[in-house]
């Protein structure tokens, strides 16, 4: 298995494709797939679908393919979901909300411990069947938890001093939906989810063909 830091990026932000469509195979009782069955439920072409796999050391048997089970325990074991991993949220409003419901968390090898809210109007109070904690005690749930990944749903003016709180109580990855750059140091890692961004893009697309792109597609062109 090749250490994660060697895989382009690029190629990291499929895997979680191609793990998804293993996953559905798994279910139909599926036990092999080929390049092209895995390109075709993963929106990419076969060809970047073989190129990927091989950067984790995953070449498949000739007129076979790939055995389901083994490249799932593959792409799991790479994207460090061969354990659960315990993850907490900031900001319980209607996307804090909607998130702590989200039941694509746990299915997928996560673990809601903790949702966190500012507003002590919003302390107390259940959200998925979870109970809302005070964001001031942020470190000591880290700490007790053993967390190390934060989900950030805060307002865009908030998002930045709790980013900071964040890696100041030693968070090392960040999911930020706040509609805002947070700036964190080079150890912690951040994706942002801007979903106007990602309907301004949508809407470019949609003026220049007159049809929006299949989500695959607009990802591979990206993301290449």
């Not at 949508?202 to 792109?213: K, V």
């Amino acid at each position: 298995m090749p250490q994660a830091g060697r895989i382009p990026e690029a190629t990291v932000a499929r895997l979680p494709l191609y793990l998804q469509a293993l996953v559905d195979a798994a279910e139909q009782g599926t036990t092999t797939l080929s390049s092209e069955a895995l390109a075709q439920a993963s929106g990419v072409n076969s060809a970047k679908v073989r190129k990927d796999l091989s950067q984790l050391g995953s070449y498949g048997t000739r007129g076979v393919g790939y055995r389901v089970d083994e490249l799932t325990g593959e792409i799991s074991e790479v994207l460090g979901l061969t354990r659960e991993r315990p993850i907490l949220i900031v900001g319980v409003g209607n996307l804090g909300r909607a998130l702590a419901s989200y039941a694509g968390f746990t299915q997928r090898g996560f673990r809601l411990v903790a949702l966190l809210d500012a507003d002590a109007d919003k302390v107390g109070s259940e959200v998925g069947g979870r109970t809302v904690e005070p964001f001031s005690e942020l470190a000591a749930i880290v700490a007790e938890r053993d967390v190390s990944i934060a989900v950030l749903a805060t307002p865009a003016a908030a998002a930045q001093p709790v980013a900071d709180a964040l890696v100041e109580a030693g968070i090392s990855a960040i999911l930020n939906f706040a509609p805002v750059h947070v700036s964190v140091p080079d150890r912690v890692s951040v994706r942002t989810v801007d979903l106007s961004t990602e309907l301004q893009i949508l809407s470019f697309y949609e003026q220049l063909h007159g049809a929006i792109p299949r989500r695959g597609a607009s990802e591979t062109t990206s993301r290449s």
